[in-house]
């Protein structure tokens, strides 16, 4: 970003605590781009996909408690919204499109601004859908710590990614990974179940094998 002169950065996280994490981390390991007034707006807008009955946002800690321990993170900012819960599968896709009508609406085109939105696995595929008006079978599956770049050069409502083809493309990028780990896997799983799960490209490195 230094390079390229993009140093107007905002910073969105998901209020879960392995995003805000991920973003505090991130900001510290920065050496060429100034951040140290830079702080962490929790956006609610792009939390988890409630796909369990709510309980993972139960556990969800007070603000203020999360405060201590990421002192980044900005108190006074205000969230597009809050989504409802609970929340099925269909209104998880619309919410993220509301997120990015939102987003839009309240970040006017402006040249070599840059917004950073640290979010979830299926909030990275929904968003992305939401911000190219492409389909979830053109969007790489969300590897942990994987990098979605978005672009565009006017106010428009409909911004660029790189193909899913393209492997040094920031369309789920993974370079910047040593080690992807065997737990996780890259994500990108919306189908219900009773043909497949998967949902994303066919041709992508991360589609399964089996097809579903």
């Known amino acids: 970003m230094a390079a390229r002169g993009?140093?107007?950065i905002t910073w969105m996280?998901?209020?879960f605590l392995r995003c805000l994490q991920t973003s505090n981390d991130a900001l510290n390991a920065f050496q060429n781009v100034n951040v140290d007034k830079?702080?962490?707006d929790p956006e609610y807008s792009i939390f988890e996909w409630d796909g369990h009955g709510g309980a993972w946002h139960n556990d969800l800690p007070d603000l203020t408690e999360r405060k201590h321990y990421f002192p980044r993170l900005n108190m006074d900012y205000k969230s597009f919204f809050v989504p409802e819960l609970p929340e099925p599968r269909n209104q998880f896709f619309n919410r993220c499109?509301?997120?990015v009508k939102t987003f839009n609406h309240r970040h006017p085109y402006k040249p070599r601004q840059v917004f950073?939105?640290?979010s979830h696995a299926a909030g990275c595929i929904a968003l992305a859908t939401a911000l190219t008006k492409l389909e979830t079978t053109d969007i790489t599956p969300a590897g942990p710590c994987s990098i979605f770049g978005f672009s565009r050069s006017s106010n428009t409502d409909?911004?660029?990614?790189?193909s899913h083809s393209d492997l040094k493309g920031h369309n789920g990028f993974t370079g910047h990974?040593?080690?992807?780990?065997?737990?996780?896997k890259p994500w990108n799983?919306?189908?219900d179940g009773e043909d497949k799960f998967y949902t994303g490209p066919t041709t992508s490195r991360f589609a399964p094998k089996d097809g579903l």
Do not use: R
């Open 6 to 8: 993009l140093d107007d």
């Open 13 to 15: 996280s998901s209020p």
């Open 38 to 40: 830079l702080t962490i």
């Open 97 to 99: 499109q509301k997120a």
């Open 116 to 118: 950073v939105m640290v």
């Open 158 to 162: 409909v911004w660029s990614i790189d």
């Open 177 to 184: 990974l040593t080690e992807m780990g065997s737990t996780t």
């Open 189 to 191: 799983s919306f189908g």
